[in-house]
Every structure is written in structure tokens, then in C-alpha cells.
């Protein structure tokens, strides 16, 4: 009697291509954790805030200042739900090769580009305004301005725009980083003198030379190499993800509530940005406002800014001359930590928190003194600086980020002497 051979162990099943795989059921998706309840109190008196504040510019000041708060308002609430960043951005692609916050830079300069092009190309402005755009020197201001503020962003844990945007959502930490960046604005305005005579080149801004086309052209061409290179950073080190930020099921309640995608954020920051210069004439910026600011507090104090060489430049004697709330930059400025308190109280993270690390503290306040004395070197920040001299088509903008990666490079280097951790590429989230 003959015995059947053994049957074979049946072959594992083999791997569907990757087009051709079953998506992840929503179960196996990550899911953002849930939203905490709205905060009420502040959502109150945020909202109370706007309105009243609004209202009282537009019947002191007019319509045009009345406007310039609102387009505040709306940038507040685009830079708290994208949680859109330049320091992490930067420190992202340095510390594990992630480029999705560069890339997101990228299409904010593109779209910034664009409508700039079309508004000053075209001479369109409103209430009278004629648009232009922003030119900054090069030279050794630039340099050393931009080096320093990208330390201190890494050191006080938010940018320009970003320190606006996390002390209206409640941020403690940032509370002493703004004040360190009034601080350092105000000192370098007062030594203006030590510093006004560096060595520098006239503006170069390309659309002087290609026009508006050529020089929009040549602006997208390169942010498509910044693309391209980050892909191929990103896909060699193979950074971890990023940590899931908590957001909402539904679309209206994803809009009001949650979180936006990077994408997102960019279009609106464009497209608020670009409201600003039609409205304006000017780019937005953020940091002109800190040295009035501080200089508004040392004449309250007995001082006499009014003195200083700074304030009597062409264009800046009238921003001391005349009322906080007219001026231009205040008010987007004001405008963005009351709406970014808004939408924070409405996704329910507004909460002040006490005890700040005293290492932390210190970095804080030393990060925020180096980006204003940075600012003002540079001629401008993250805002003023770069985003509106790369929309611009002028090359400082882009010696001003080369530089600031260097600079946040050094600034990885000196977080942990203040307790301040960086991305690792081990790490689950970064």
C-alpha cells in the first residue's frame, strides 16, 4: 500500500502592488486625538475685544486702519489653526530631514509672489494706496541680522509671526519671548547710530530688471527647486512623523475648531498678506510695531525717543508722531493675537499655564532679544524680511533665509544648554 506524499505548505500570499492594495479602514488610520470643550471666558472676552476694538478704530481712525485690524484678526486665526511655523519648519529640515514646513514655505512665496505681481504690476491699491514692493539693502546689517534672529527664534521657541500667534493662544513661555523682542527692537532703534553705517549694497529687486513676469518667473522656478530638494532630503533620511494635531470629524467643525492642513494655511496667509499690501500700499510686516512699542514705553517713562536718530528716519517719525492704533503694523499686529486667542479658546487649548522652567525662561527672553536687535539689522524678520522680499522678487529676501538655516542650525546647537530638546530621528513623533 502506497502512502500519498506529503502535501506542500501552501505559498504566502503575495503582495498586492502598492496601487492596488486595499486603502487603511478609518479604525487603522491615526487618528488626531479629540478637542477639548470650548473655553467660554475667553472666547467672551476675545470676542468682545475685537468687536469693541473695531469698532473704536473704524470711528476714530476710518476705514482704512479699521480694515488693516480685521485682516489681523483673519491671519491670527489662519497662524493658530495651521500652526504654521518658521522656527520648526527650519528646525525640522535641519535636525531629521523632514521638509513638509519648508515646502509649505514654498507654496506661501509662490502664492505671496503671484498676487504681489498682479497687485503692484498692475499699480492696483485701495484708499489711495499705491503698492510696492519690499526692497532690503545687502550688506553686512543683513547678514548678522539674520544670523541672530534665527538663534533666537530657536532659543524662544517662536518667529515673528509665530510669538504673535502663540502669546494669543496662551503660550506662557512666549509672553516673556515678546517681551524680550520689545526689548531687543527698542535697543537697537536707540543705537541706531552704531549700526546705520555698515557696509551695504543698494535693493535688488528683479522685477527692476525682468519685469514683473520675468521676475515672477524666476521667483517659482526656484521654490520648485526648494521642492524638488526637500523631496529628496526627506525621502533619504526618512524622518518620523509628525505628531498628529488635534482637530474635528466634521468640515464646519474642522474650519472653526480644528486643525488645517499646512496647504491650508498657506492660501489664507497668502491671500490675507496680499490684503494687507492692497490695503496699505506696503508688505506685511511685524516687527517696526515692537520698536514703537518699546519706545512708546520709555517716553511714557520720562525718555526721549523722539530724540533718537531711528525715529527721525524718513517714514519713521510719523509711526512715533501719531497713535498706536494707527499704525499700520500695530494694528496686524494686535489683530493677530486676538485672533488667534479666538480660535483657541473655540478649539478649547486657551489655557495659561504658571511655573516656567527658569532655564527656559532665560532662553526665552535672550531668544527674543537677539530676533529683535536681529530684526532691525536685518532690516526686517521672517515676515518683513523674507517672506515679503522673496514675494517681492528682491534678493535679500533670499540672503536672508539662506542665512537664517545657518543660523538655526547654531540655534540647534544651543537649546540644550537651556533645557531645550531637538528632533531626533529616532524619535516616534518629532
Known amino acids: 500500500m502506497t502512502t500519498a506524499p506529503p502535501a506542500r505548505p501552501a505559498a504566502p500570499p503575495r503582495p498586492l502592488p502598492a496601487l492596488l492594495a486595499p486603502s487603511p479602514t478609518s479604525a487603522s488610520r491615526p487618528q488626531a486625538p479629540p478637542l477639548p470643550?470650548?473655553?467660554?471666558?475667553?472666547?467672551?472676552?476675545?470676542?468682545?475685544l475685537a468687536v469693541v476694538l473695531t469698532a473704536y478704530v473704524w470711528a476714530t481712525h476710518g476705514t482704512k486702519p479699521g480694515v488693516l485690524l480685521l485682516l489681523g484678526l483673519g491671519l491670527g486665526v489662519a497662524l493658530f489653526h495651521s500652526r504654521f511655523g518658521f522656527t520648526s519648519a527650519w528646525r525640522q529640515l535641519l535636525a531629521v530631514g523632514n521638509?513638509?514646513?519648508?515646502?509649505?514655505?514654498?507654496?506661501?512665496?509662490?502664492?505671496?509672489?503671484?498676487l504681489f505681481a498682479l497687485l503692484i504690476g498692475t499699480s492696483t491699491g485701495l484708499f489711495g494706496t499705491q503698492p510696492a514692493p519690499s526692497g532690503g539693502t545687502i550688506g553686512l546689517g543683513l547678514v548678522l541680522g539674520s544670523l541672530l534672529f534665527a538663534i533666537g527664534m530657536q532659543l524662544g521657541g517662536a518667529c515673528a509671526s509665530g510669538t504673535l500667534f502663540a502669546v494669543g493662544s496662551a503660550?506662557?513661555?512666549?509672553?516673556l519671548t515678546l517681551g524680550g523682542f520689545i526689548v531687543g527692537a527698542t535697543l537697537a532703534a536707540w543705537q541706531f547710530d552704531l549700526w546705520k553705517d555698515l557696509p551695504a549694497w543698494e535693493p535688488v529687486v528683479m522685477s527692476e530688471h525682468l519685469g514683473w513676469f520675468g521676475s515672477w518667473a524666476v521667483t517659482i522656478a526656484v521654490l520648485t527647486v526648494v521642492v524638488v530638494a526637500t523631496r529628496a532630503i526627506q525621502a533619504r533620511r526618512n524622518p518620523p512623523p509628525l505628531g498628529a494635531v488635534p482637530s474635528a470629524r466634521t468640515t464646519a467643525a474642522r474650519t472653526l475648531r480644528g486643525s488645517w492642513p499646512l496647504a491650508v494655511g498657506s492660501l489664507a496667509l497668502a491671500v490675507l498678506g496680499a490684503g494687507v499690501l492692497l490695503v496699505s500700499g506696503g508688505a506685511w510686516g511685524v516687527t517696526s510695531a515692537f520698536s514703537l512699542w518699546g519706545s512708546e514705553v520709555v517716553g511714557a517713562l520720562g525718555g526721549d525717543p523722539e530724540s533718537w536718530t531711528w525715529w527721525r528716519q524718513p517714514g519713521n517719525s510719523q509711526s512715533l508722531a501719531g497713535p498706536v492704533l494707527a499704525d499700520k503694523t500695530s494694528l496686524t499686529n494686535i489683530g493677530i493675537m486676538i485672533g488667534a486667542a479666538i480660535a483657541a479658546a473655540l478649539g478649547g487649548s486657551w489655557t495659561l499655564r504658571r511655573g516656567v522652567p527658569l532655564r527656559t525662561a532665560l532662553a526665552a527672553v535672550l531668544g527674543g532679544v537677539l530676533m529683535g536687535v536681529g530684526a532691525r539689522l536685518a532690516g526686517g524678520c521672517n515676515i518683513g524680511a523674507y517672506l515679503a522680499g522673496i514675494a517681492s522678487g528682491s534678493l535679500s529676501g533670499w540672503i536672508w533665509g539662506a542665512v537664517a538655516l545657518v543660523g538655526t542650525w547654531l540655534g540647534l546647537k544651543l537649546r540644550p544648554l537651556f533645557g531645550l530638546g531637538n528632533p531626533k530621528p529616532g524619535d516616534g513623533v518629532c
Do not use: D, E, Y
Not at 470650548?38 to 468682545?48: E, S
Not at 521638509?99 to 503671484?114: I, K, P, Q, W
Open 171 to 175: 503660550q506662557t513661555s512666549v509672553f
Open 99 to 114: 521638509g513638509s514646513g519648508l515646502r509649505a514655505h514654498a507654496l506661501l512665496l509662490g502664492t505671496t509672489a503671484t
Open 37 to 48: 470643550p470650548i473655553r467660554r471666558t475667553p472666547l467672551v472676552v476675545a470676542g468682545l
